[in-house]
């Protein structure tokens, strides 16, 4: 198990999803196609696609509380 998969739930959007919830990600507005896999993130509650998840688990403790920006200067 990957530190990422306790933060989030991996899915496949469907037409469910995309209808009542959202059709794109929450973080960088991409548009979410039906059958691409997407990430529920846990801790916000929202849908994430897969580049904007892989960035979030970088920033993450194990706890899957964000811990660092990538790219800050400190
Ligand atoms: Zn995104």
Known sequence: MTKGDRCFVEQ???EGILM???NVCSECYTFLPNGD???Y???????LCQKCKDELVD???ENCNIVHKKGGLF
């Open 59 to 61: 920033s993450m403790d």
């Open 20 to 22: 009542r919830v959202t």
């Open 37 to 39: 896999t997407i990430y």
């Open 12 to 14: 496949e959007a469907n």
């Open 41 to 47: 993130d846990m801790q916000t509650c929202r849908y």
